[in-house]
């Protein structure tokens, strides 16, 4: 309903409430979150990342975990890795996950889908140099197929391979037969995936609190 | 001088005489004062009062949402309606490989969903209490509220830890003390008919000052389905307190490693009564000797059920994990039974990574009581289709269903390891196989 939980020993999640647009409860609830994570310290570590089991069996949870430790993702223009992030940081990467609010206008839901899409570029642009080149495409496709049983390194190989041509075929149209394909720049990107509801299926959406009924 | 030495002999006499008068001596023969049971409906009132202040001091209804139900709207689909979804949008078929980068988006979701809250984690920690028990210890988030909730929060603190805490240290010792003193002396006896139910008595009597040593208040329900000789008893882990809890109604074959120092003298004296179940570390390792002992035990019908707690580590009581196969697969009648403890009076959970034994005895023995429900469950039996580990999980739903716990299919043994590489595996191979199944139909 919007009213304002009294939490009168939290002043700093005001701040950080307007920085990443979280409300004041969901800012609580991520904290204990992150106490939880990081074993009541103050700054989490890839470890402790890794002691999650159900991110255990994700087939991409180094990158995952890596974009929390990367200072692209901190809004601040930074560049390079941080090896322990603190509530704030883990709090701004957690935001490019936040549904956009009901009622923006046009513009600014083109803002927040711009931000969503740049975040998942950084997770797979490992050397930040712009591009999604070939080789860290055929790495993405190596992590999410599996490396035993039916599916042999080439194999994989040959699908990187054929999905990047694909790519290279829709952004550049058509190529002269000895033009190299660099990789796929965050602009390229940006076109293959327009249209794309990159917003709704982007979110974590957090269940609206007053419907929880309290157990016993 | 010497009158005071004199003064305070007399009071510790007096003390101790009251103790077994008041307390001891009905322990003993089962009967009950109704000390304890004043002391709990004034604990309860108390707490019921601290409550209603708490309610009325906040200003809106502020529902903390409780850490157990969920926290995040998941998306119901599996991994193929999703990345069908996120296909749909692709400007043109597929070439050779159905793969493309949206699908990624899939996985990082769900990626991030599960760093904001995922079911096992925060089994390993105590359960969160939904207003303040007047205990230190379960102060995270509560702030000053008012004077009177300070006083009566002091006052709590006086008596829990001046008046209460020694009490009950007392009283530990002393069951202890008489565990071992009156096992062995029951095991000096020759082997009559009178030796089972003498060591039965010893041993029941000695759980129940212990569990007046914690002020548990117990209630057992479905006493009709209890343990019977030649079977096997199960229940979920909470603590090392379970065991006291269990044996205050009845007497039980414990299973285990031989320690040293105190423990593996009380553990010799029990054995002199009655048979237990000990082995040597070595002897733990090989689980044909164990399967061959347990199943030995089971069959002599004389001796006592088996106990045993197959999650195989403590767990904090709001779900019950994976039970380990290993007692499933001795082929004797099961007897499941349920044990939740009500976090208001006193968490019971025993953290062994953050608190030694003695650390969280004495934490027990703070606390206001231990008030916990055990259910004996009916008796189960392994079906002909059903392997060791679908009995498994009939028996674990069966006791997480009574209990009001949450069940679940991870192994307690996360609370120390990692998750194993096999299931990163499998979702990969499950993957795998959407893209390159659609491959095969593609190509031609």
């Known amino acids: 309903m919007g009213a304002l939980q009294s939490s009168p020993g939290h002043p700093e999640y005001i701040d950080l409430s307007e920085k990443t647009g979280f409300s004041i409860e969901q800012i609580g609830v991520l904290h204990k979150r992150f106490k939880q994570l990081s074993h009541n310290e103050e700054s989490l570590r890839r470890e402790q990342f890794e002691e999650i089991p159900d991110l255990a069996c994700n087939p991409i949870r180094a990158q995952i975990i890596e974009a929390f430790f990367d200072k692209r993702n901190y809004h601040q223009n930074g560049e390079g890795t941080v090896n322990e992030i603190g509530f704030e940081e883990f709090l701004v990467v957690m935001s490019h996950f936040r549904p956009p609010s009901l009622h923006i206008t046009e513009e600014q839901l083109e803002k927040v889908r711009r931000e969503k899409l740049r975040f998942l570029f950084n997770m797979h642009d490992t050397d930040n140099d712009g591009t999604i080149t070939l080789e860290e495409y055929r790495h993405v496709v190596e992590e999410l197929l599996s490396r035993s049983g039916a599916l042999g390194k080439e194999t994989a190989k040959s699908i990187a391979d054929a999905a990047m041509l694909e790519v290279a075929s829709i952004s550049m149209g058509h190529m002269e037969p000895d033009e190299f394909y660099e990789g796929i720049t965050f602009e390229h990107f940006l076109k293959l995936l327009d249209g794309f509801e990159i917003e709704s299926k982007m979110s974590v959406r957090f269940l609206n609190m007053d419907t929880i009924t309290l157990c016993k | ?444």
């Open chain 2, 1 to 444: 001088m010497d009158d005071f030495w004199a003064g305070v002999l007399w009071a510790v006499k007096i003390w101790l005489y009251l103790i077994v008068s008041l307390i001891m001596v009905p322990a003993m023969f089962g009967f009950s004062l109704g000390i304890s049971e004043t002391y709990m409906t004034i604990l309860v009132k108390t707490l019921e009062w601290a409550t209603l202040i708490q309610k009325a001091n906040t200003d809106e209804e502020t529902i903390k949402a409780s850490p157990s139900n969920g926290l995040i709207q998941r998306e119901d689909g599996s991994m193929e309606k999703e990345l069908e979804e996120l296909r749909r949008s692709r400007p043109k078929p597929p070439v050779g490989g159905d793969f493309t980068l949206s699908d990624c988006f899939y996985f990082t979701r769900r990626g991030i969903e599960s760093i904001v809250d995922d079911e096992v984690t925060q089994r390993f920690s105590s359960e969160e209490l939904v207003s303040w028990n007047l205990l230190t210890r379960t102060n995270n988030d509560f702030e000053y509220i008012s004077l009177k909730l300070t006083l009566v929060y002091g006052l709590g603190i006086f008596v829990r830890y001046c008046i209460l805490a020694p009490l009950r240290i007392t009283l530990a010792c002393i069951g202890l003390t008489w565990l071992v003193i009156g096992t062995s002396a029951v095991g000096l006896l020759p082997n009559w008919r009178i030796k089972s139910w003498l060591s039965e008595w010893v041993h029941v009597m000695c759980y129940r000052i212990c569990a007046r040593g914690l002020s548990a208040t117990i209630r057992y329900h479905n006493r009709e389905n209890k343990p019977k000789k030649g079977g096997i008893c199960v229940a979920n882990h909470t603590s090392p307190i379970d065991i006291v809890i269990l044996c205050n109604d009845g007497c039980y074959a414990m299973v285990g490693q031989i320690h040293g120092g105190l423990m593996g003298i009380v553990q010799r004296a029990m054995v002199r009564s009655c048979p237990h179940v000990w082995f040597e570390r070595a002897e733990m390792k090989d689980r044909h000797l164990v399967t061959k002992r347990l199943k030995d035990h089971v069959n002599d019908k004389t001796k006592l059920p088996i106990l045993i707690f197959p999650e195989g580590t403590c767990i904090n009581n709001t779900s019950v994990m994976m039970f380990k196969k290993g007692s499933f697969e001795i082929g004797s009648t099961i007897y499941p039974v349920a044990i939740k403890y009500d976090p208001k009076f006193g968490d019971a959970f025993w953290n062994s990574s953050k608190y030694s034994m003695v650390s969280y005895l004495l934490r027990m023995m703070t606390s206001w009581a231990l008030v916990c429900n055990v259910w004996y469950l009916p008796a189960m039996h392994q079906k002909e289709e059903e392997d060791a580990v679908q009995f498994a999980n009939r028996v674990k739903s069966a006791i997480a269903r009574q209990g009001g716990l949450v069940d679940l299919q991870w192994d307690g043994g996360l609370k120390r390891a990692k998750v194993k590489e096999t299931f990163k595996e499998q979702q990969q191979k499950k993957y795998s196989s959407m893209v390159v199944g659609d491959d095969s139909s593609n190509s031609d």
